[in-house]
């Protein structure tokens, strides 16, 4: 975890955290001690309460402002601040709305996503686009409007992406240009900390080994239960974020984690049973057991380094 001032939390953004994992992700970070922005497009009005409380955390009832009011409940610190990642406007807006609520950043997990798998012949152009605002370009505003911040005090950034690997991209190649675009910004953007030789800023990835209970998992579920064998609970993921912001630097820079494998291999976790949705039943594991290495015999070789920005030539 990044170093604090002594009289204020570290402040995590948790971007995507109205419903599912982020929401996971966000409560159970205000309950390790972080202060939170709670941040979605999904807002709701804080003068109404939802019958039940706290709502169906998979459900359109849940949004940031009930997940905030989830945390506060429980003792801790959170703001719930609307944005839409598709507009850079708006991403200034949270960031600016952050820093006057907390006047730091420490953490940023970004969460959200747009989804649509089939194969391109059935992939319209529009949803191919809406998910590259959403996914990498939403992913890039974000971490460019984050990073001068993140610089002043360290931090830490985890995106929610996937290792890269051939298989990914069957039956969905429009989702998976966005989302191994997401990690490819990690792997950049980790080379470039190393390059400026910093030791307190990371960037890491992470994915599910084992498909999670979500809004996006609803659609199966409702239609076969019997799918709700094969989930876990958004608990998993949260814990692995927790343990790679807990982890050295350099055993999470650049690096695109699977979540399970990293809390066995990082936090000695054998038994991950308390994590399956249903009691009982062992979830079928939906990625690979071993990952290519991506890395070549001539990976230190940079060649002729050339830096566009300061070229005179400019947009």
Known sequence: MPSSNANSKPVALVVGASRGIGRQVAIDLASNGYAVVVAAKTIGDPSKTTDPFPPNPNSPASNITTVAREITLAGGDASPIQVDVRYPESIQNLISKTLSTYGRIDVLVYNSGAIYWAPVSSTPLKRFQLMQRINPEGLYATVEATLPHLRKQGGRIVVVSPPIYSRFFRGKTAYAMGKVGMSVLTKGLAMDFEREGGNNLAITSI?????????ATEQFTRDNPEELNDLRKPAIFSDAILAILKAPISAVNGELLLDEDFLRDHEGVTDFSKYNLVPGKIPRRIMPMKLPDLTVAEQAD?????????AKAKL
């Open 207 to 215: 994915w599910p080994a084992v498909a999670i209970e979500s809004a």
């Open 302 to 310: 940079e060649g002729k380094r050339h830096d566009s920005s300061k």
